[in-house]
Each structure stands twice: as structure tokens, then as C-alpha cells.
């Protein structure tokens, strides 16, 4: 496998640093999905049909987390978020659908209109989510039988890796990004997956801390995934 670097540019997510990232470099798509199959087990992920891993020379605040599923038991916080969101029907497919996107853009547009994904377009979105090379799932969230929320998600040989979760913001109250983890658990218990992938924990940045409060999880460090069976006091 080969690999490149992006020039330096500004993070995402924290304002002070510059990001690089490390970048599969290939021109046969043939065997990229058991390839990512493998770098998703060396904190890699996929945006599109790129490959990327964050490659920062004085910051390692991205940490790859992944939830071991048949360990999970959920917290009470959790289970309250379940119980709160029963009137949710879910359903899934295997393909994107025509009315996923105008929640995307309301998503994208209300409550990330202050960073990179700015504003929402149809040509980003499928350049985001569509992969011609990898099997995805795309979980559904109705109530009343109105889509509010759709939970984008990879299916790997041995795990799931959540991609991307939006919602219509009026329903933000919800917790649905949690909920969103639930079902994929759910979901990857139900396939025989081990693992449910997170993407990048990032203690440093508030939108992302969510993700760290599933547990048992593990998070990539020092290239070792690592244990973390409570919270740190």
C-alpha cells in the first residue's frame, strides 16, 4: 500500500492547530475494502472513497475509538435516551435515498454552519457518503412517519464503522447522535460484528466528547488500541 500527505491546513475542530493527514494512495479499486478493512483496525477511516488517517505533527488529540459491541451494557443516561426516543420507528437500507439529503442540509446548515462542511450542496453530500467499493447501511429514524434522521454506517467483515449521523434540528432535544450509537450497536450485534468504529475521539473538541461516553470502548493511541472500561476522574 502507498501513502501520501495533504499540505497542512486548518483543523476542524480545534481553532489553534493545523491538520495533515496520511492518504491511501491507490488507482485499483479491486481491493479496497478488504485494504480498509485493515487500516479501519489502524486508526485509518474513509471520507468518500478516500482513506485518510490524521497525520499532525505536535498534536495526536484524534484518537480512534471503537465500541467492543457484546461488552456494551449502556448507562443509565443512555437508557433514558432509549426509553425518551420509543416512539421512533427505525428502519434501514441498503442504498442512499432522494429524501435523506434535504435533512442532511438542514443538519449541516443549522448546526454546523460555522466549519468546513459549510454550506450543505448535493455534490458534497454524495461525495461524503457514497462509496462505489464499500457495503453501507444506512439507518433510518421515523416518527409519525416523518424521516428526522439518518445514521450513515459501514459494514466491514468484523464491525460497522459510523460514518456520519444527521438530523432535522428541531429535534436536537432528543440526543439523537447517541440514540444514533445505539442502534448501530444494535445493528452490529444482530450482523456478528465485534466492533462498532466511532471515527476520532476528541477529548479537546465539546461536539465530539459524546462518543467517549459508551463503555467498555477503545481508543487508538501511540498505535495500540487501548482499553477504557470508566469515565477518568
Known sequence: MKFGLTQQFQCSYLEQQQEQLLVLVTDNNDELDNQYNYLLGQGFRRSGEQIYRPHCRQCSACQSIRIPVDSFLGSKSQRR????????EVFTSPTTKPEYYPVYEQY???????????????SQYTGFIECDWLETLFIEFYLDKEL???????VLSDSLSALYTFFKPEYANRSLGTFAIMQQIKQAKLNNKTFLYLGYQIDAC????????????????????????????
Open 108 to 122: 449541516i446548515n443549522h448546526r454546523h454552519n460555522d466549519g468546513s462542511m459549510y454550506p450543505a450542496s448535493q
Open 206 to 233: 465539546q461536539k465530539m466528547r459524546y462518543k467517549a461516553n459508551f463503555y467498555p470502548h477503545q481508543r487508538f493511541i501511540d498505535n495500540k488500541w487501548q482499553l477504557i472500561t470508566k469515565k477518568s476522574t
Open 148 to 154: 428526522i434522521g439518518v445514521a450513515v454506517t459501514d
Open 81 to 88: 435516551i432509549a426509553n425518551k426516543n420509543a416512539d421512533i
